[in-house]
């Protein structure tokens, strides 16, 4: 094993015993407040990491991110109520749903050229979801939302988040490195190519819908699975998952987090879900900040965080090297 | 035997006709030239038969098949690649990057989803690095490289897809004369070696006239005149319209 491999393996050892360690040590230290902040920003996390291969790999500007996390959420939570579908299908289901939405929604965006049609395309799929929860009374309860969506009793958030925050640990680890994969593999390098220059991918002989199409697919299948453990984390979910505020706040975790960089939206995640419930305990204008820090990290750091940490990582090894 | 034939394609932008009715015959192997000044329609005329603008009439014909109108990515694929006046690559990819993207498409493994892009090891990529002479700038982004690098990797794109024909637009534009006679030397080069057909347009007429073996003239989107190099060397219409004086071409 070389230097480097060993220093990975030996990271890559210490951050997965902290991660086991961590309930236990928010827990006993701190409080159960911080376990759901802590699965609020492995829901938000993963959602940013599936919406980034579209819009860092795939240079697709897609506006409408929620129509997949809501198709996830209200299919696990629609499944959950009205049927007796037992959880694991509901939860094996929702990603299906959210996939199936994103092959609609992805076939006529992908035909779009121009980024503004294409944003313009995505959000509105995205409103007309939300207008259709939030109408549809008799199927969806409309603007009320479903509540009491219970999780079998060894995930249950009743007493403790210590079993759904191991169970959300997987779920995502799974998916991260599912996703992590198919960003280094053929495929993710051909996404990369569109997002630099589809004029020249054209003319390497790439055929360009089918691509993003599927892209835009995968994306969403793995926006279906966050919005599963959203719902099983609140044991509730409203229309509002379909609005395009959280398509939006994707994006802004994005940005944040650095969109060239595989984990920087979980970077933009932890910060946005972070920045928002310390600063809304002394604010409520805490918009106000976010707006400020992203306008300073656009400004300074166009990279975003993730992409800033990258840049001083392989200067260091490099300077160690020479 | 002709590779490409073109009969009577025209285009209009609007009410501009770009290219009125051009025929061009190409034959295998040979490196072939169109020149006119600029608007005359040279690049009009291979964005037509790329497939990047569809035809208003007339066909093109590739190794004896209709290509009028195909979608470029087809195009590429029957054996046809093309490189672009202003040089296009994926700035932010590396150089090593911008080819194995290019190999694994030719290969049909670009949808392909676990394997690790970078490490696959593909015999066509190294085969173009080194054919391009980019093999110690293979870690460098694309986008810093300078201008006769980006053009070379563009070149070595082309060469990835593993074609029969290439299209260069301008190849050496912007190039110093060193830079300049090192591309020509390197298109002949590969040409000769891989058995290619080169169809190219070009504004440096030293250039246009040691390389090529048939010449197009074009002006106002016609063809004012075709032939031999020799021949078009001492065309005197294509001297009065092209060059506005009767003296011999030497260069620009």
């Not at chain 1, 030996?10 to 236990?24: D, K, N, Q, Y």
């Not at chain 1, 719902?231 to 969109?259: I, R, Y």
């Not at chain 2, 030293?206 to 048939?214: L, M, N």
Request: hydrophobic letters at 50%; charged letters at 15%; a positive charge.
């Amino acid at each position: 094993m070389t230097n480097a491999n060993k220093t990975k393996w030996i990271a890559g050892s210490a951050v997965a015993l902290a991660l086991i360690a961590l309930p236990f040590a928010v827990e006993t230290w701190i409080s159960q407040y911080y376990l759901y902040l802590i699965i609020k920003i492995i829901v938000w996390a993963l959602f940013a990491t599936s919406f980034n291969l579209v819009m860092g790999y795939g240079g697709m500007m897609s506006f409408g991110h929620a129509a997949f996390y809501g198709a996830g959420a209200y299919t696990c939570a629609l499944l959950m109520v009205k049927t007796s579908c037992p959880m694991p299908l509901a939860f094996l289901t929702a990603p299906l749903a959210a996939a199936l939405a994103g092959l609609v929604i992805g076939y006529f965006s992908v035909k779009i050229k121009g980024i503004f049609y294409f944003a313009t395309l995505t959000l509105s799929f995205a409103q007309l979801l939300y207008i259709l929860v939030f109408k549809w009374r008799s199927f969806t309860f409309g603007d009320d939302g479903i509540q009491g969506i219970a999780s079998p009793a060894l995930l249950s958030t009743l007493d403790t988040y210590v079993n759904y925050y191991y169970f959300a640990l997987v779920v995502s680890s799974i998916c991260f490195y599912i996703m992590w994969r198919i960003a280094k593999s053929p495929f993710g390098m051909i996404l990369r190519t569109l997002r630099e220059n589809p004029e020249r991918s054209t003319f390497i002989g790439v055929r360009i819908q089918r691509y993003r199409l599927s892209a835009f697919v995968i994306s969403a299948f793995f926006s279906g699975v966050a919005g599963a453990l959203y719902v099983f984390l609140e044991t509730s979910v409203a229309p509002d998952v379909f609005k395009w505020s959280v398509s939006g706040e994707v994006l802004l975790m994005g940005l944040l987090g650095g969109m060239h960089v595989f984990f920087g939206p979980a970077l933009g995640a932890v910060i946005m879900v972070l920045l928002n419930s310390f600063i809304t305990s002394y604010t409520e204008y805490w918009g106000l900040f976010i707006g400020i820090t992203l306008i300073l990290i656009v400004l300074f750091f166009p990279q975003g965080v993730g992409g800033l940490i990258n840049e001083q990582l392989r200067s260091t090894m490099n300077r160690k090297a020479a | 035997m002709e590779i490409l034939e073109t009969k009577g394609i025209k285009k209009s932008f609007g009410g501009v006709t770009a290219v009125r009715g051009v025929d061009l015959q190409v034959e295998e192997k040979e490196i072939y030239s169109v020149i006119g000044p600029n608007g005359a329609g040279k690049t009009t005329l291979f964005n037509l038969i790329s497939g990047f603008h569809k035809c208003d009439e007339g066909r093109v014909l590739f190794k004896g098949a209709d290509i009028t109108n195909l979608a470029p990515e087809k195009i590429v694929q029957l054996g046809m690649g093309r490189s672009f006046q202003v040089t296009s690559v994926f700035p932010r990819l590396t150089v090593f990057e911008n080819i194995q993207a290019t190999s694994l498409v030719t290969g049909g493994q670009g949808l392909s989803l676990f394997s690790d892009a970078s490490k696959m090891r593909l015999k066509n990529t190294e085969e173009v690095l080194s054919l391009v002479e980019l093999v110690d700038k293979r870690d460098e982004l694309a986008g810093t490289l300078p201008a006769g690098d980006r053009k070379k990797l563009e070149l070595g794109i082309v060469l990835a897809t593993r074609p029969e024909m290439l299209l260069l637009d301008e190849p050496t534009c912007g190039m110093s004369p060193v830079e300049t006679t090192g591309t020509i030397e390197l298109i002949r080069k590969i040409a000769r070696e891989m058995s290619l057909t080169v169809l190219l347009t070009e504004h440096k007429m030293d250039v246009v006239f040691s390389v090529s073996s048939h010449i197009t003239v074009m002006n106002f989107g016609v063809v004012i005149a075709a032939g031999k190099t020799e021949e078009i060397r001492n065309n005197k219409l294509v001297q009065d319209i092209y060059f506005g004086s009767t003296d011999q071409p030497s260069g620009r």
